[in-house]
T-cell receptor
Framework: GAGVSQTPSNKVTEKGKYVELRCDPI?????LYWYRQSLGQGPEFLIY????????DSGLPNDRFFAVRPEGSVSTLKIQRTERGDSAVYLC????????????FGPGTRLTVL | DAKTTQPNSMESNEEEPVHLPCNHS???????IHWYRQLPSQGPEYVIH???SNVNNRMASLAIAEDRKSSTLILHRATLRDAAVYYC??????????????FGKGTLLTVNP
């Protein structure tokens, strides 16, 4: 079956611009997660959705970052006024269980801020 | 979050067993030990998890020390496709601690042909 998909696979933008990164989870998965991975580091948790609501957004670095999941399926990570330090691979994962289940990751979106 | 310690890198030869160690001396009694791996240019993928007993699945085996302060991921016959970064992660089993994964830097496994 189809796995988690993320679009675009690569995004190059200029400092100060706004970007949106999309995640399509596995159909039926109620839990959705966003992580960010900098070069040479492990992924770092950003936000967790259970259904439509953000159950934990404690990993979002600042108020320039925002994520939505309006219908409990597709999610969009939004970054305003991008900075060079935002350059990283943004990973999305989904899980069929409420909590604690195996997470299925997408291939990520590589964001480069020039 | 309880911390894990892994070697930065390990090397193996194809078709030989690989033992990837992980230390987690501050593990709590309810923490599960999870292993994920990340192949080049891909997202992480689940490998195996356990609580106290050793576990086997089609990908690997997980050996957990009796005091649970360490564990070892065992790949019985390494292939070139097993070359990846392997992450050992502790995960609680109740609300607030069991949904997000806290990754360290992991172990980069190189498999030589």
């Amino acid at each position: 079956g189809a796995g988690v998909s993320q679009t675009p696979s690569n995004k190059v933008t200029e400092k100060g611009k706004y970007v949106e990164l999309r995640c399509d989870p596995i159909s039926g998965h109620t839990a959705l997660y966003w992580y960010r991975q900098s070069l040479g580091q492990g992924p770092e948790f950003l936000i967790y959705f259970q259904g439509t609501g953000a159950a934990d957004d404690s990993g979002l670095p600042n108020d320039r970052f925002f994520a939505v999941r309006p219908e409990g399926s597709v999610s969009t990570l939004k970054i305003q006024r991008t900075e060079r330090g935002d350059s990283a691979v943004y990973l999305c994962a989904s899980s069929p269980l409420r909590e604690g289940g195996e997470q299925f990751f997408g291939p990520g979106t590589r964001l480069t801020v020039l | 979050d309880a911390k894990t310690t892994q070697p930065n890198s390990m090397e193996s030869n194809e078709e030989e067993p690989v033992h990837l160690p992980c230390n987690h001396s501050t593990i709590s009694g309810t923490d599960y030990i999870h292993w994920y791996r990340q192949l080049p240019s891909q997202g992480p993928e689940y490998v195996i998890h356990g609580l106290t007993s050793n576990v086997n699945n089609r990908m690997a085996s997980l050996a957990i020390a009796e005091d649970r302060k360490s564990s070892t991921l065992i790949l019985h016959r390494a292939t070139l496709r097993d070359a990846a970064v392997y992450y050992c992660i502790l995960r609680g089993n109740s609300g607030g601690s069991n949904y997000k994964l806290t990754f360290g830097k992991g172990t980069l496994l190189t498999v030589n042909p």
